[in-house]
């Protein structure tokens, strides 16, 4: 069954956006306040600059597989734990 993908229109640069990427980007924040880290903290430990981290919490940046196991590792949670509903 193929999925509809929704765009939203970024307004700061005028791109679309995928549902999947803003999704998972709500998920990434959440789990990063709930463990109550900074983006900088994140970053930090994830061996990723503030500016990366924040443009995936906004749904900027299509993440590799490589790039959620670090988020992941960062965060001490699983990488299914990153995945949006």
Same mark, same amino acid.
């Given at each position: 069954?193929a999925s ?5 229109r #970024?307004?700061t640069?005028?791109? +679309? *956006?995928? #549902?999947?990427t803003?999704?998972? %980007?709500?998920?990434?924040?959440a789990?990063?306040?709930?463990? %109550?880290?900074t983006?900088?903290s994140?970053?930090q +430990? ?12 906004? %749904?900027?940046?299509?993440?590799t *597989? ?6 992941? %590792? ?5 990488? +299914?734990? *990153?995945m949006?509903?």
């Amino acid at each position: 069954m193929a999925s509809t993908v929704v765009h939203q229109r #970024d307004a700061t640069k005028g791109a +679309a *956006l995928s #549902d999947l990427t803003v999704r998972f %980007g709500n998920r990434l924040l959440a789990v990063r306040q709930k463990k %109550g880290m900074t983006q900088e903290s994140l970053a930090q +430990a994830a061996e990723l600059s503030r500016n990366y981290v924040n443009d995936v919490e906004r %749904g900027r940046r299509n993440v590799t *597989l490589a790039t959620i196991d670090r988020l992941a %590792g960062a965060l001490g949670v699983k990488m +299914a734990e *990153l995945m949006p509903d």
